[in-house]
């Protein structure tokens, strides 16, 4: 079964220092990877994705994420985190082999960012 | 460009209970998902649609569960009757076509507590 794992329900950062997300996914064939934030009581924001090519992807609010085909992960990363970068984030990919095109999530983790 | 629209953003009802929510996604938009998110997950997919056709409703509880886009815009998603482990917020996402790697939009959700 294809599927997505966010090892860490809780990463906590001080603000200034470099942040990152742990991502990890189990495809058949090329992968197609996201990853969103959600704010409280809002829906879930885009920050970036992964098709093919550079393995460094970059995306919004200065996020970027690095893919690794070998270790079959996709780990989001910032060099300096903010406060309001406190969130919920997701990883998803895209599956194959099936109808439709939906997205397959992990269940989340919890940035807290300290000033 | 306005985004995902939903509403209510909030419902509350007893089990056994009747309702619907509502959709419009961003213009132009040909597909359409109706996803759950029970909390402390990530969001699962119900059903998604291509224009008003059903690309995939495989884990839509089709028993109590019902979608419809009549038109090929807006979308309306119906629980009847509802039951206590339908808690959770329904988001509903867009995307321009239904290729795998095109970037799905999300509304802010509506937030179904079933009592």
């Known amino acids: 079964a294809q599927s997505v794992a966010q090892p860490e329900d809780q990463v906590n950062v001080a603000e200034g220092n470099p942040l990152t997300v742990k991502c990890t996914y189990s495809?058949?064939?090329?992968?197609?990877l996201f990853w969103y934030v959600q704010y409280p009581n809002r829906g879930l924001q885009f920050l970036l994705k992964?098709?093919?090519?550079?393995?460094l992807v970059k995306g919004s609010y200065g996020f970027e994420a690095e893919f690794n085909k070998s270790q079959t992960s996709f780990h989001l990363k910032k060099p300096s985190a903010l406060v309001s970068d406190s969130a919920l984030y997701f990883c998803a990919v895209t599956p194959r082999g099936q109808a439709g095109t939906a997205l397959i999530f992990g269940k989340g983790t919890t940035l807290s960012v300290s000033s | 460009e306005a985004g995902v629209a939903q509403s209510p953003r909030y419902k509350i009802i007893e089990k056994r209970q009747s309702v619907a929510f509502w959709c419009n996604p961003i213009s132009g938009h040909a597909t359409l998902y109706w996803y759950q998110q029970i909390l402390g997950q990530g969001p699962k997919l119900l059903i998604q649609f291509q224009n008003n056709g059903v690309v995939d409703d495989s884990q839509l509880p089709k028993d109590r569960f019902s979608a419809e886009r009549l038109k090929g815009v807006d979308s309306t998603l119906k629980i009847q009757p509802a039951k206590l482990e339908d808690s959770a917020v329904y988001l509903c996402?867009?995307?321009?076509?239904?290729?795998?790697?095109?970037?799905?939009?999300f509304g802010p959700g509506t937030r179904l507590t079933v009592l």
């Open positions: 992964y098709i093919t090519g550079d393995n």
């Open positions: 996402a867009s995307s321009s076509t239904s290729g795998s790697t095109d970037t799905q939009y």
């Open positions: 495809v058949s064939g090329n992968p197609y």
